[in-house]
T-cell receptor, first 111, second 113 residues
Framework: AQSVAQPEDQVNVAEGNPLTVKCTYSVSGNPYLFWYVQYPNRGLQFLLKYITGDNLVKGSYGFEAEFNKSQTSFHLKKPSALVSDSALYFCAVRPVTGLSFGAGTTVTVRA | GAVVSQHPSWVICKSGTSVKIECRSLDFQATTMFWYRQFPKQSLMLMATSNEGSKATYEQGVEKDKFLINHASLTLSTLTVTSAHPEDSSFYIC?????????FGPGTRLTVL
C-alpha cells in the first residue's frame, strides 16, 4: 500500500524563521507526492508536487520541497515564514487513483 | 486556472431527507473527479472516484446506495447523500484531476439534525 506519514501534529515557528513540515512516504515504484494547505473551513489548496525530475521542487507562496529517495522523505520548506502561513498542511501520495493523505500538520507562525 | 467550485457551501437538513452536492471544474475538463470526507481535526478520506460517463468506484466501507455519485459531464459531478442521518454530518470535499494534479473545491459542510 502507498502511504505517507507526517510525524509532527504541530509546528510552531516565529515569523521570519525557516519553516519545515516533515513528510515520509512508503510506496512501491516511483512516488507521485503532493503538498496541500488547508485554511479553516476551506478546501485544500495545491502547493507543489513531485512526479519526476529535479529533487528540489518549487511551489506556490514561496514554498519548496525536497524529494529524498534514500530517506524516503518529502519535507516542505519555506525560508522565512509569515503569520499568514498558519494553516493545516497535508502531504499526499497518489496510488492508482485518488490521493492518500497524511494526518496533517498544524503550522502556527507567531508574530 | 484550475478552479473547482462546490455548491452549496453548507447545508442543514432533517434526518431522512436527501441532499445533493455539486462539484464543478470551472476552467478545465475533468474526466475524473473525487469525493472525500473530512471529520473535525482529521485528514481527508477518499470516498469514491467519479468517472465521466461511467459508474463511480467506491472505496471499501462506503455505501454506494447511500452516497450516489453522478458524473454526467466533463465539468460536473454530484454527490447525493440519501436518507441522511446525523452520523453523515461531515465536511465533504470534491476534487477534479487536471493531468496529474488534483484541485480541490472549497468543501460543503453538511449538518443532519
Amino acid at each position: 500500500a502507498q502511504s505517507v506519514a507526517q510525524p509532527e501534529d504541530q509546528v510552531n515557528v516565529a515569523e521570519g524563521n525557516p519553516l519545515t513540515v516533515k513528510c515520509t512516504y512508503s510506496v512501491s515504484g516511483n512516488p507521485y507526492l503532493f503538498w496541500y494547505v488547508q485554511y479553516p473551513n476551506r478546501g485544500l489548496q495545491f502547493l507543489l508536487k513531485y512526479i519526476t525530475g529535479d529533487n528540489l521542487v518549487k511551489g506556490s507562496y514561496g514554498f519548496e520541497a525536497e524529494f529524498n529517495k534514500s530517506q524516503t522523505s518529502f519535507h516542505l520548506k519555506k525560508p522565512s515564514a509569515l503569520v499568514s502561513d498558519s494553516a493545516l498542511y497535508f502531504c499526499a501520495v497518489r496510488p492508482v487513483t485518488g490521493l492518500s493523505f497524511g494526518a496533517g500538520t498544524t503550522v502556527t507562525v507567531r508574530a | 486556472g484550475a478552479v473547482v467550485s462546490q455548491h452549496p457551501s453548507w447545508v442543514i437538513c432533517k434526518s431522512g431527507t436527501s441532499v445533493k452536492i455539486e462539484c464543478r471544474s470551472l476552467d478545465f475538463q475533468a474526466t475524473t473527479m473525487f469525493w472525500y470526507r473530512q471529520f473535525p481535526k482529521q485528514s481527508l478520506m477518499l470516498m469514491a472516484t467519479s468517472n465521466e460517463g461511467s459508474k463511480a468506484t467506491y472505496e471499501q466501507g462506503v455505501e454506494k446506495d447511500k452516497f450516489l455519485i453522478n458524473h454526467a459531464s466533463l465539468t460536473l459531478s454530484t454527490l447525493t447523500v440519501t436518507s441522511a442521518h446525523p452520523e453523515d454530518s461531515s465536511f465533504y470535499i470534491c476534487s477534479a484531476r487536471d493531468v496529474d494534479t488534483q484541485y480541490f473545491g472549497p468543501g460543503t459542510r453538511l449538518t443532519v439534525l
